[in-house]
């Protein structure tokens, strides 16, 4: 992987254009570009995104590529984007997020994987509308998405995503479903560790992780603790771990190295309610290179591709209710919106609503960061 970093406008002029060269108006790199700066300054859809084209004139059109000033209209995007190949736009998208990684490495950079469904196009029978994402731990940048056939489930579709994904010296966290033998396999293979979530799906492991827990006064090897105490918004939430390296040796799952259990206590201070959880895991990470306080802080991440990414896509974009169904369409704008998010946390934005309205006023700060810079 280059260590340089790539625009995000040469990375677009890489996806392949499925219409034939005659009669083509616009460049597909301009209408991808416009469609990007679109959804950094807050544009939701298709045909917002034509409307917001209008809006700015046509020196910021020509800007974009637009020879006579003049952006699409919106069946225009309608029917380019779901002529897209998809898995081509994604890989490419993916090279230019990782790249980006690169830009400022971290000891144990962590991916999250989960699912996320496009509820709006589901409901109007799209194909594969239940998403598999990698999002980054650190920056919240997505860095690559896979569609889950309607005849596959997750683990299927996780492999298709670490063809594509470097796996080697990362951290890939997922949850419970996919905590699956082939899984942790291909990830300690290729170079990579996980930490996983243990639960009933996996009823021989749990039991053996939950004995190894029970029993970890009998052991010679004292256990390694952490403990985090937060408080914000109500709530106080205290999470307490403990984790042994007592079956590393016992060729219980691939990689395996230390099991750890999670208490989670939330307390709502004005209500006066408390909730407790207890979750167990595993992690091919030894205790030399992982403390019981970073197993505890990689696993607390792990969530964090929920605010910092599905709770965006739905909340700031309506991604849930969108109703596209027509081919790549709906794959390829939530794409789109992927890369938007993440390049605003690139740039350091950690309040996307406020970031998308200032962008709104000054556009070619928006064309600026796609790698457009031209004079206003």
Same mark, same amino acid.
């Given at each position: 992987?280059?260590?340089?970093?790539?625009? %995000? *406008?040469?990375?677009?002029?890489?996806?392949?254009?499925?219409?034939?060269?005659?009669?083509?108006?616009?460049?597909?790199?301009?209408?991808?570009?416009?469609?990007?700066?679109?959804?950094?300054?807050?544009?939701?859809?298709?045909?917002?995104?034509?409307?917001?084209?209008?809006?700015?004139?046509?020196?910021?059109?020509?800007?974009?590529?637009?020879?006579?000033?003049?952006?699409?209209?919106?069946?225009?995007? /309608?029917?380019?984007?779901?002529?897209?190949?998809?898995?081509?736009?994604?890989?490419? %998208?993916?090279? &230019?997020?990782?790249?980006?990684?690169?830009?400022?490495?971290?000891?144990?950079?962590?991916?999250? #994987?989960?699912?996320?469904?496009?509820?709006?196009?589901?409901?109007?029978?799209?194909?594969?509308?239940?998403? %598999?994402?990698?999002?980054?731990?650190?920056?919240?940048?997505?860095?690559?998405?896979?569609?889950?056939?309607?005849?596959?489930?997750?683990?299927?579709?996780?492999?298709?995503?670490?063809?594509?994904?470097?796996?080697?010296?990362? *951290?890939?966290?997922?949850?419970?479903?996919?905590?699956? !033998?082939?899984?942790?396999?291909? #990830?300690?293979?290729?170079?990579?560790?996980?930490?996983?979530?243990?639960?009933?799906?996996?009823?021989?492991?749990?039991?053996?992780?939950?004995?190894?827990?029970?029993? #970890?006064?009998?052991?010679?090897?004292?256990?390694?603790?952490?403990?985090?105490?937060?408080?914000?918004?109500?709530?106080?939430?205290?999470?307490?771990?403990?984790?042994?390296?007592?079956?590393?040796?016992?060729?219980?799952?691939?990689?395996?190295?230390?099991?750890?259990? #999670?208490?989670? !206590?939330? *307390?709502?201070?004005?209500?006066?309610?408390?909730?407790?959880?207890?979750?167990?895991?595993?992690?091919?990470?030894?205790?030399?290179?992982?403390?019981?306080?970073?197993?505890?802080?990689?696993?607390?991440?792990? &969530?964090?591709?929920?605010?910092?990414?599905?709770? *965006?896509?739905?909340?700031? /974009?309506?991604?849930?209710?969108?109703?596209?169904?027509?081919?790549?369409?709906?794959?390829?704008?939530?794409?789109?919106?992927?890369?938007?998010?993440?390049?605003?946390?690139?740039?350091?934005?950690?309040?996307?609503?406020?970031?998308? !309205?200032?962008?709104?006023?000054?556009?070619?700060?928006?064309?600026?960061?796609?790698?457009?810079?031209?004079?206003?």
């Amino acid at each position: 992987m280059t260590s340089q970093k790539l625009a %995000l *406008v040469d990375v677009l002029a890489q996806i392949p254009d499925p219409r034939q060269s005659s009669g083509k108006r616009y460049s597909l790199v301009a209408i991808l570009s416009v469609a990007v700066a679109a959804m950094l300054c807050g544009y939701k859809s298709y045909s917002a995104i034509a409307e917001w084209g209008r809006h700015y004139g046509q020196k910021l059109a020509q800007a974009l590529g637009f020879k006579d000033g003049k952006t699409p209209c919106a069946a225009t995007f /309608y029917n380019i984007f779901r002529r897209l190949n998809k898995q081509q736009v994604e890989q490419q %998208l993916s090279i &230019w997020a990782q790249s980006l990684l690169s830009q400022a490495p971290a000891d144990a950079e962590a991916f999250a #994987i989960d699912g996320k469904s496009l509820r709006g196009s589901k409901k109007q029978g799209a194909p594969a509308a239940h998403l %598999l994402s990698a999002v980054g731990h650190r920056l919240g940048l997505t860095l690559l998405q896979v569609g889950v056939s309607d005849k596959t489930n997750e683990i299927t579709a996780i492999q298709e995503l670490f063809q594509e994904l470097m796996l080697k010296d990362k *951290v890939i966290t997922v949850d419970a479903l996919l905590t699956q !033998r082939e899984v942790a396999q291909v #990830i300690v293979d290729q170079g990579g560790d996980y930490v996983m979530v243990v639960k009933e799906n996996q009823p021989g492991l749990l039991a053996q992780v939950e004995g190894a827990i029970a029993g #970890i006064g009998f052991y010679t090897q004292a256990p390694q603790r952490a403990k985090t105490v937060d408080g914000g918004h109500g709530r106080i939430e205290e999470r307490e771990i403990i984790t042994t390296s007592v079956l590393a040796d016992c060729e219980v799952w691939p990689g395996l190295d230390q099991v750890f259990k #999670i208490k989670r !206590r939330v *307390v709502e201070v004005k209500r006066g309610k408390e909730r407790l959880e207890e979750v167990y895991g595993i992690t091919s990470l030894s205790r030399e290179r992982a403390s019981a306080a970073k197993v505890l802080g990689i696993n607390r991440e792990h &969530w964090s591709i929920e605010n910092k990414s599905h709770w *965006v896509r739905d909340v700031i /974009y309506d991604e849930d209710r969108s109703q596209v169904r027509k081919g790549s369409l709906p794959q390829v704008m939530a794409a789109l919106r992927n890369t938007a998010i993440g390049l605003l946390r690139w740039s350091g934005e950690s309040n996307i609503a406020t970031a998308c !309205r200032r962008f709104a006023a000054q556009p070619w700060a928006a064309l600026a960061l796609i790698g457009i810079h031209i004079t206003p």
